[in-house]
């Protein structure tokens, strides 16, 4: 029995079977060879022909998010540039656990992706160790990061209005002034990390996402907090509220006055919102390569057309696969020493 596609595949080495226990039937081993030849050609056909159907895009968090926004934005162009549909799939839930489980369990075919983010892909392996169906860093191989969102370090308009006296205000009251943020999430952890190096104790107040913490901001129950840039530089530019400092290395061009976090002195503090797309571990690496391509050159196009620049949204692709999958285990290492730092768990 020969394989057709890889006949050197089909030999077994001897040293294989040493030390098994197993005896099988010469006629079983036969089948076996030939049942592992039928699946590596199989294997290779199907990356040689991808795709030949609709792809599903897992989003976790509900529409109107970022992570949403970035998605339908590359989906008509990833679609065109694939020759298949790629079709949205939002499956809210779980702090975005349910959409990573059910990537993680799909089959690795290149038919189901994550849209992943700093929170679900580098922040809840931590957080949810042990708790998940799934390890979302062995049961998923990344594809390409796509932004890297930044955020402002915001203060309401009650506060004082530098960062310098805004701390000096929070020293002079500890445990009294509040922050919102969604427990767990990059915006929490941030903000304890900021509260340890400016000397500050704050009050955390735990929120559902952007749609109650800038409202906490306005109303002024939240008085110091991180939130991203795209979802703020409007109250921002209107006065309402104060932005003390940006992530990222270098300033935004709607906001030309606000330092980076490094020039008010905080460098190191705080992070980019990140999305990338995700795809089942063991998801051939020609499949991988054909996401990469599509979803950068997908990328590349909205750049140009200024649609990112727009939505605050500056594009950060990855140079390969690997090269997002090395990026990730940065950030699981990096999240995982403020977490500890902190103790900080979900009950």
Known sequence: MICKRQPKACAVPATALRGSSLILHPSSFVWMI??????????????????????????????????????????????????????????????????????????????????????????????????????????????????????????????????????????????????????????????????????????????????ETLPNLLRGDSHIQISNVASNIGPVRAGQIRAYAVTGDKRITDAPDVPTMAEAGFPGIGSDNWNGIFSPARTPKPVLARLHAAATAAMKELDGEGLLAKRQVPMRLSTSPADFDAYVMSELKRWDKIIRDNNVKID
Do not use: W
């Open 34 to 211: 030939v049942a592992a030849c039928i699946a590596m050609s199989s294997a290779i056909a199907t990356a040689a022909e991808y795709p030949t159907r609709p792809i599903r895009m897992l989003i976790p968090f509900a529409p109107g998010g970022a992570t949403d926004i970035i998605a339908r934005m590359i989906e008509p162009k990833m679609s065109r540039s694939l020759g298949q549909q790629m079709v949205i799939d939002n499956r809210a839930g779980a702090a975005g656990n349910i959409a990573v489980e059910l990537t993680a369990q799909a089959q690795p075919d290149g038919y189901t992706l994550l849209m992943g983010n700093i929170s679900t892909n580098s922040i809840n392996p931590i957080l949810f160790a042990g708790r998940m169906k799934v390890n979302a860093v062995k049961d998923l191989a990344g594809v390409t990061q796509l932004v890297a969102i930044p955020n402002f370090l915001l203060g309401n308009p009650k506060m004082p209005a530098t960062l310098k006296e805004a701390i000096e205000y929070a020293k002079a009251r500890p445990g009294q002034l509040n922050f919102g943020a969604p427990l767990g999430s990059y915006s929490h952890l941030d903000m304890l990390a900021f509260q340890a190096r400016a000397g500050i104790r704050m009050v955390h107040i735990p929120t559902k996402g952007a749609g």
